[in-house]
């Protein structure tokens, strides 16, 4: 087992406590046997210090243990799920310190009980095999609660975002060529830019970008001009922001670090800041905000005035409205579909609500067909719009059992890099006062209304157009309810 300095000290500290139990010892008592001070004792015992060999020996004779005893990595049968845990890549990946975490508080919570901390790991290891949660998918959900932390608003990126911005003169009202953002990788950071559609290796095909090295960016060709934009202004930011720790390939082939992650999300905020600067756009946002009626082709205009595909200009507005308008209770969806099919796949979100969770419905569920994006997919099946142009949606949608509603604004975008997979992303505020008080089109009668649910399986709206399968999950959940009442009132009559 490859294991860091740190766990070995609080593998050491772990046994030592252990053994001193089992012996019925207090640490003043071992003190007094080992010749060592109570205080040094317990820093050993909270993983602090890991002692010399002759020290180590003191304490196996103090403790009738043998030095092997001590020093082993193996722990017993009890606490084994606490050997998988130090040792697998989560807790070596995972920085803590963004959570406001160290290491030694999460030794600290397992040496206060060990047997009790080894059950508790021992069932999250057992969940996590049961909803087949690998390291990828714990390190993304990892960046999502890091993201909920800060209401997906970053001011230390907004702020590199803006300098770069003023230290190259380029005012708020102007946006950045492709040629430009080139130039910059070229000339200041001495990396070539190359474009390929990677035909030549049709199982890269729908890779956006890969960086061989850190002088060297290869970039799909079949690229929209936006996106090639994006994907340079990121590679900047790595250079900028200082970051080593990376993926080599955008779209993600395999997650290895949560650095690698952290650093992903911060140098596509970068880009996103870059592109679309933080002040012109809370200006803009203002002002769309103040229209009465919904107006989907405003935001048509200003996607094309930035220069912005739908994804990041929708995810922008995630970043910017709940610190700079107080509508924090939002989602955002990315949602593709390929043509023909009646599959719906969530492949991006973001939650900071309660009302529904998307990531945690059951493997196999049917996404609701009610929701604005998915009928916006479903429409462009049969209506093509043609490559590059959007159709703007709006929505209240309210989720039956909770009784929320949403004020849902939808996109939906043709296939790009040539896959026959189209795209849907959707942006929801929760319709509340602060809502309303900010948004003046919150109740434009020309937006429909309409229950969702979050999926088929779970849904309690009866003679639904929509339902792609039975509401089996609602209707085991309903038999369970009423079985526990038949059950109550026959124990009342057979007292």
Not at 212 to 220: A, E
Not at 260 to 273: E, L
Not at 342 to 354: A, P, Q, S, W
Request: aromatic share 10%; with cysteine; glycine share 4%.
């Amino acid at each position: 087992m490859e294991i860091n300095s740190e766990s070995l000290r609080f593998i050491l500290g772990i046994k030592l406590k252990q053994f001193r139990l089992a012996e019925g010892y207090s640490l003043k008592q071992l003190a007094e046997r080992t010749n060592m001070s109570v205080s040094y004792l317990s820093e050993i015992e909270k993983g602090k210090k890991y002692p010399k060999p002759e020290k180590i020996i003191q304490l196996a004779q103090g403790l009738n243990r043998t030095f092997d005893e001590l020093v082993s990595l193996q722990l017993d049968d009890e606490l084994n799920p606490l050997s998988a845990l130090l040792n697998s890549p989560i807790l070596k990946d995972f920085p803590l310190q963004q959570f406001g975490i160290g290491l030694s508080d999460v030794f600290d919570l397992v040496n206060d009980s060990p047997s009790k901390a080894g059950a508790f790991v021992r069932t999250l290891l057992e969940i996590s095999r049961g909803y087949d949660m690998n390291v990828e998918h714990f390190l993304l959900a990892s960046l999502r609660s890091y993201q909920k932390m800060h209401l997906n608003y970053f001011e230390e990126l907004e702020a590199v975002a803006n300098d770069f911005r003023n230290q190259n003169r380029i005012p708020l009202t102007s946006g950045v060529s492709q040629s430009w953002l080139e130039s910059i990788l070229r000339d200041e950071f001495q990396c070539s830019v190359e474009y390929d559609d990677f035909s030549q290796h049709p199982d890269l095909k729908s890779l956006r970008s890969i960086n061989p090295s850190p002088r060297k960016l290869w970039i799909n060709s079949q690229l929209q001009p936006q996106q090639k934009k994006f994907v340079l202004a990121r590679e900047i930011g790595y250079r900028i922001l200082r970051l080593k720790e990376r993926a080599k390939t955008s779209s993600w082939i395999k997650v290895e670090t949560f650095d690698q992650v952290v650093n992903h999300f911060k140098v596509s905020y970068f880009a996103g800041a870059l592109l679309i600067p933080e002040k012109r756009l809370i200006k803009d946002i203002n002002l769309w905000l103040e229209n009465t009626r919904f107006d989907g082709s405003a935001l048509t205009k200003l996607m094309s005035e930035y220069d912005a595909t739908p994804e990041m200009f929708l995810y922008r507005m995630s970043q910017i409205m709940p610190t700079h308008f107080g509508v924090a209770k939002m989602h955002y969806m990315r949602i593709n579909h390929p043509v023909g099919s009646d599959v719906f796949r969530i492949n991006k979100e973001l939650n900071l609500t309660n009302v529904f969770i998307p990531r945690g419905i059951g493997p196999g569920e049917h996404h609701c067909r009610r929701w604005a994006a998915i009928s916006g997919l479903q429409q462009l099946d049969s209506e093509s719009i043609g490559q590059g142009n959007v159709n703007v949606l709006a929505q209240r949608s309210t989720f039956t059992h909770q009784n929320k509603t949403f004020f849902n604004v939808a996109v939906v975008r043709e296939k790009s890099l040539g896959e026959n997979t189209n795209t849907g992303m959707t942006l929801g505020f929760l319709i509340d006062e602060n809502f309303k008080e900010k948004a003046k089109f919150w109740a434009d009668e020309s937006v429909p209304i309409l229950e969702v649910n979050e999926t088929c399986e779970r849904c309690t709206i009866e003679n639904c157009e929509s339902r792609a399968e039975e509401p089996t999950i609602y209707n085991e959940k309903n038999m369970q309810e009423r079985r526990e009442i038949a059950l109550v009132k026959f124990m009342d009559e057979h007292k």
